[in-house]
């Protein structure tokens, strides 16, 4: 398991009823809340697709291409995706990570974090 993947797994499961659980027929980590989907891994684990507010994916794909881009099948819906195998500024994903929870959260639980 890549470094990248384990930081995330420690993030993730930080929070409030956080559970791993593959997505679908996959093998790599899949993060949720009352079994809601808020980060998955890809199967290579070389990135990651995290749920965002409006706006934000389309702020972090224009500022930096290089981390940061928009993933396909859930793009669509404001899921952005993350090269894992970059230098990152772990503070500013970790935000993005609980702004992900927060998200799909039930609001108590969200309200906790």
Do not use: N
């Not at 593959?22 to 684990?45: C, I, N, W, Y």
């Amino acid at each position: 398991m890549s470094d990248g993947v384990t930081r995330v797994r420690d993030i993730c499961l930080t929070l409030p009823e956080a559970t791993e659980k593959s997505f679908g027929g996959h093998t790599s980590p899949a993060f949720r809340v009352r079994d809601k989907l808020f980060v998955m891994v890809s199967e290579d684990q070389t990135s990651m697709t995290f749920k965002a507010a409006p706006g934000v994916q389309e702020a972090l794909v224009g500022d930096d291409p290089e981390r940061f881009y928009v993933p396909p099948y859930v793009g669509s819906k404001g899921w952005v995706g993350v090269r894992l195998d970059v230098d990152h500024d772990w503070a500013e994903l970790a935000e993005l990570l609980r702004d992900s929870y927060r998200l799909i959260a039930p609001k108590r639980l969200a309200a906790q974090v």
